[in-house]
């Protein structure tokens, strides 16, 4: 971030409509039509403050008994505050001077940055609707939100200085003048879970609903999710609650019951207080859904190893990812990022990590991949949300204009323009959004390295192909014969880069495959043998050595295809020799030896020393 | 179609000015009801006037799109012949419904008539009813859950403060918004078609436009006001209305689908009723963006 320049306005693409003319802009304005994405509707000014309300809350305050005072110094007041420079140095970036959300950097974000001139703060101790306490706010600086672009400043900024920040936020807007200073609600102690409070805490979770948007094994997947949007309009997912190392506020008990009670403003995430206070629950309830949704996710977030062993099987080696001989292979993480290398990048993927487990048996390899999508593409159901989500990152990446239209099966669609997104590129790619299907990738260099040069990451490139693994939820038109379009299919290609992707000849495709997809989890096992026929194009694998290995994602429901997907850089993989009966012999060997040597040595020390002892 | 004259505007708002100076900007603002004054006594029907008439639609209206509830089918089942969205409504006699009249500038300050019972705004079939509902500033809004399954009620305002709660069954909870503001979006996230509007005013003298277009508002002082016509689709008209004592005054305003095309649908916006500038700022608070 430079370090005082204020960066360059950024040019808004022009919303349709335009106001009578010579008429202003009057506050909190929408455009009553279709196609103006939730970016360039945040041009207009919203919140904006009438002179006449400065002076009336100035009247107020000086008629007002003292204590609204030394709350917040009313929006636009910040000049002189000594959290100002150490916003503009640190925050404005995302955040933007004017306390919008719409820095630099925002445009690149989803989520995006918060608008602090609303004063809607998501992750709170207070009410739904209520401010935040100070300490709230300063909670938030201090850990960031982690399912977010905002990281935490604890260790960054000295504390005066992240004190600083919290006065000066309060600044970007009016609400922190007027009435009382917000209170934070009584949560009381947390209660120790039993078997009797999970059991309590899933009835509840069914009870009050939130698989609609959670989805029933809790990883977002509910009916609702694709027609979620946050207060600007921008698309949003609901959290996947078995990775609650992503939530935004904190992934402890004690965290999730707060999201409960108070809801997580700007977001479709309810309040349930009020039924605590219509006694439809108890706060013992509550808690226990609370404990439910911690125990969907592990204990500890998953810790990312470097090498992913595959270890050796004597038996048969599993084809089915159902099959109960992985649940005997030890499971690694693989976290994906989205691409933001090569345009058009991808800012927002679905895909953020993947499960591996690997298994051999001296002639074949058997690799299982488990991630969470959302949604099983393609699927109709996601096809607004696809639209939505392009045209909120893709304005200037010179990606795919959408063609499809979207069934009007939600009202809330209805009217929406399905005009194609003018690319900034110049070459207009169409792609069919109702046809992307979710697919994963694993990639090999074509060959063993020997020392620690490996392919480019990104696919390769024309110097350095790489060696890929593909597989996708639908069968590619033309292929497949009989099998219905939907079955899927696995391919083995050459890439030179993520834009040339070869599939080799037909004559040398021996990928095995199965998938399922289960509530919001794809499992699919891809094998193939060691040592095929084809060793220009296909890696040949080797026990005993460890072998580079990196894994894309794509959710086609999300618009994600080619350059546009989730990525992850080089791991490896290292397929497990038998371990030779030498590691049993050669300790025991040594053992004796030593002790024998010892024994000897022993005895003709008490030699020299005389007979006697 | 009425228009507003800018001359008359002028006059009025000269008039206004001169005449404003009691009240407080203030005491409205930190809203509530009528600032201080004793509850006023029963209205004597021969000092006050009605502002009535009929909101037309010229044109034929676009249709509903239909709503596909069956991922919900306790409120399929409410809507045997299917459900559509309630943009625009428009009868057989081209009357325009759901369109909400208040009185914008004009009026004295108070005190007003206290805000009697608590309007319902409920949640049946999976569809908010009523679609456009009118509130004053502190009145107590009773959201009731007609379907007993989850919806979440998430108002959207912007002068007011925001809320969003759940409610997984048959109850009723109550909210009120303590400044005045026109209009306030309320969704369910759940059911991504619900949609409701809530205006917000610091005195009695609004109302709603009936299925044939037609309102009513009744127990207004004497004076010349300056009526606004919000329609979620088609924007805001402003008429010029004159009321006498015991007289009707009558107010035509007619929209049509060109008018989608320029619309501007104030949400948010907050209402000052003193002849103040009420909002229509120039330039915008990005210089450049």
Known sequence: MAGTACPRPRPQPQPRARARAGAGEPQGVVRAHCGTSPRARRGTPRSRIAPVTILATSLALALAPAPARGQGAGAGQGQGHPGKPIYDRWCAGCHGEDGRGQGEAAAYMLPPPRDFTRALYQIRTTASGELPTDADILRVIDEGMPGTAMPGWRTLLSRSEREALVGYLKTF?????????????????????????????????????????????????GPSAPTQTDDAGFPIRPADLTENWHFNGGGTVEDIYRRLRTGMDGTPMPSFSDLLDAGFMTEQQLWSVAHYVRSLSPEQAPRV?????????????????????????????????????????????????????????????????????PSQSPDTAWLAWQRRVLETMEPREGGPTADARPQAANAAEAGAATAPQATAAGTAMSIDLARLPDAIAVQFPRTIPTGMDRPYFLMGDARQPVYLWRWQSVTPAGEGGAQAPSAGSAIEATARGMTRIEPLPAASQSLAWDATFDQGEWRVVLRRALATQDTANQLQFRTGQAIPMALFAWDGSNSEEGTRGSIGTWYFIYLDQPTPRTVYATPVVAMVLTAGLGLVAVARAQKKNGNGV | MVRLHDSMALLVAGLLLTGCGGGGGGGEMAGGESAGAPAAAAIDPTTVGTIAGRIAFEGTPPAGSPIDMSEEPTCAEKHPNGASTEEVVVDQNGGLGNVFVYIKEGLGGGPYPPAEGSPVLDQDGCVYSPHVIGLRTGQSLTIRNSDGLLHNINAKPTTNRTFNISQPTTMETTRSFPLAEVMIPVACDVHGWMQAYIGVVDHPYFAISGADGTFRIENVPPGTYTVETWHERYGTQTVQVTVAAQETADMQVTYSEQMAANAVVPLGAPIDLHGHDTGKHAGTAHGGR
């Open chain 1, 305 to 373: 190893r470097d090498v992913v062993r595959a270890a050796r099987v004597e038996g048969a080696l599993p084809s089915s990812p159902d099959d109960s001989a992985w649940a005997a292979a030890e499971s690694y993480y693989i976290p994906l990022v989205g691409q933001v290398v090569v345009k058009p990048r991808w800012f927002a993927p679905t895909v953020d990590g993947v499960w591996v487990q690997a298994l051999h048996d001296d002639r074949e390899l058997a690799l299982r991949l488990v991630w969470h999508d």
């Open chain 1, 173 to 221: 807007s009016r609400f922190f003048d007027q009435g009382e200073p917000p209170q934070a609600l009584a949560f009381g102690r947390t209660p120790r879970a039993t078997e009797e409070t999970l059991r309590e805490g899933r009835e509840f979770y069914e009870r009050i609903e939130c698989w609609k948007c959670h989805g029933q094994a809790g990883r977002g997947d």
